[in-house]
Nanobody, 116 residues
Framework: QVQLVESGGGLVQPGGSLRLSCGAS????????MGWYRQAPGKQRELVASIRSGSITNYGDSVKGRFTISRDNAKNTVYLQMDSLKSEDTAVYYCNAKNPFSVQYWGQGTQVTVSS
């Protein structure tokens, strides 16, 4: 089992920045890929960014060039730096981890609200 705990959400004005953190505990040796998903009211959960072994990253089209995902393996933590935030980035952001057998783990979610 893997436990994920997110932090760093909040309220920010359009154009501002936030950094989300997700700490993993438990069977972290089994984690193959970590990432962030988000879900806005009335919408499906969507991939924001992911990072896998070798620091290979993948981003959703709507956040490319504005968000950066990184991982500190020593701390079992993944970060999401979000810059140039827009109102459409408002959502609950979930941390996700997968093992090589496609078993997924989810954090509890953290609210990000972009509003003036």
């Amino acid at each position: 089992q893997v436990q994920l705990v997110e932090s760093g959400g909040g309220l920010v004005q359009p154009g501002g920045s936030l950094r989300l953190s997700c700490g993993a505990s438990g069977s972290t040796f089994s984690i193959y890929i970590m990432g962030w998903y988000r879900q806005a009211p009335g919408k499906q959960r969507e991939l924001v960014a992911s990072i896998r072994s070798g620091s290979i990253t993948n981003y959703g089209d709507s956040v490319k060039g504005r968000f950066t995902i990184s991982r500190d393996n020593a701390k079992n933590t993944v970060y999401l730096q979000m810059d140039s935030l827009k109102s459409e980035d408002t959502a609950v952001y979930y941390c996700n981890a997968k093992n090589p057998f496609s078993v997924q783990y989810w954090g509890q979610g953290t609210q990000v609200t972009v509003s003036s």
